[in-house]
């Protein structure tokens, strides 16, 4: 199976537009949204293209290919205009002998994992920034942000195939 993994879309139309393209160039099996699709955020500056209608048109376009999660900027209302399912705390995801547990990083990280057991891998997003790491005990994976990177990141995803995660830049 092949996952795009994508996190903090934050109502921008113009990356979640790229990002959508990038996906079906992907042929990916499912789309997983790592949470905070419609709106900003309080500490965030608006996006550039931002406009959560045309993200909600975009993402229902795609809603049989998406699992989501709940990010911290996601609400009930969010919920109530888009047609997949986006108020799960976390997912699991199984492949072979490895466990995923995917969720938006501000309940569960690394700081604050969740029940992993030795070799487990989380996986979040929320800070923005790109990761791909041993932590401690379990590994630490983030695909970074769709439309506001931090630390000097780029706009990025991931894509999970074969046991392994590629980070990529969206506006390659």
Do not use: W
């Not at 809603?63 to 976390?90: H, S, W």
């Not at 195939?161 to 980070?167: A, D, I």
Request: hydrophobic share 35%; net charge negative; proline share 6%.
């Amino acid at each position: 199976m092949k996952i795009f993994i994508a996190s903090d879309i934050h109502g921008s139309e113009h990356y979640c537009k790229i990002m959508a393209e990038k996906y079906r160039e992907e042929s990916a099996d499912k789309l997983l949204l790592l949470g905070d699709l419609l709106y900003h955020g309080p500490r965030n500056d608006l996006p550039f293209g931002y406009n959560p209608k045309g993200v909600i048109a975009i993402l229902n376009s795609l809603k049989n290919e998406i699992i989501c999660v709940r990010g911290n900027c996601d609400t009930e209302v969010d919920q109530m205009v888009l047609d997949f399912p986006i108020m799960a705390e976390y997912a699991i995801i199984y492949d072979g002998n490895k466990t995923i547990y995917a969720t938006h990083g501000h309940k569960f990280n690394p700081q604050n994992p969740p029940m992993l057991k030795s070799g487990d891998i989380l996986l979040n997003g929320h800070t923005h920034i790109p990761a791909n790491e041993a932590f401690g005990e379990f590994y630490y994976v983030n695909p970074g942000s769709i439309s506001i990177p931090k630390n000097g990141s780029n706009h990025s995803y991931m894509i999970y195939e074969n046991g392994k995660f590629t980070l990529k830049n969206l506006c390659d």
